[in-house]
């Protein structure tokens, strides 16, 4: 399926291609410093692929912290976090926060809460390899 998604005043759109229907998409609430201020909950799936497009790429603000190995493409117009992205190895992965799609009912997520904050970097990028969406491009 398709599942259609942008930050709140449409400068960052995406399509994010679900492998299956999205009767149950596993959703994430990451509990790092900045998703918690920013009430971040992510979903991602190793056959997914994700498709975004920058409008005006001059109010996109790429924000890192701790360990720097992700970037939360941040909005600079509206303040939405649309997905975060992370180069392993030269590919790019990606979690997309289920709080920017568009038409989805919220009943179809499963939530949990998770906790990374134990993790060595290693550890956090092989997760990440296993885990995030591994086809990502992002045109502008
Ligand atoms: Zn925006």
Request: charged share 20%; glycine share 8%; aromatic share 10%.
């Amino acid at each position: 399926m398709k599942i259609d998604g942008k930050c709140h005043c449409g400068n960052i759109t995406y399509v994010l291609h679900w492998p299956g229907e999205g009767t149950s998409i596993p959703v994430r609430a990451c509990s790092c410093t900045f998703c918690t201020k920013h009430g971040g909950t992510y979903t991602s799936h190793r056959e997914a692929r994700l498709a975004a497009a920058v409008h005006d790429a001059a109010l996109v603000s790429r924000y890192k912290f701790g360990t720097e190995t992700a970037e939360f493409h941040l909005c600079a117009r509206c303040g939405v976090v649309p997905f975060v992205t992370s180069t392993i190895e030269g590919n790019l992965y990606a979690v997309v926060n289920v709080n920017s799609f568009e038409g989805i009912d919220p009943s179809c997520f499963s939530r949990a809460v998770t906790d990374f904050d134990g993790e060595t970097t290693e550890s956090r990028l092989d997760r990440r390899k296993r885990n995030w969406i591994p086809s990502v491009t992002i045109a502008s």
